[in-house]
């Protein structure tokens, strides 16, 4: 599965989750118990995504720029201040 299906997933799923938090509120006791077990799922969900990006990075998926280092500045010399 790709990155970009598991992230989708996981936002699917916290969208269901929201929508049972609110009637969990109400005292509705059936969508705790969904709620419970949506955690457990976004849980496992998102041990994949790790697992996933991880071996994305690996592959070479994800290129890392180079850092562009700012070279530090030469200090003038009592010298070169009294000119």
Known sequence: MALIDTM?????????????????QRGNKAAAQRVRMGTIKLTKIGKGFRKESMLAEKSGRFKK???KRAKPKKKKTRKE???
């Open 8 to 24: 989708n997933q996981m936002t699917n799923l916290l969208e269901d989750l929201s929508k049972d938090l609110i009637k969990v």
């Open 65 to 67: 720029k180079p850092i």
């Open 81 to 83: 201040l009294k000119k």
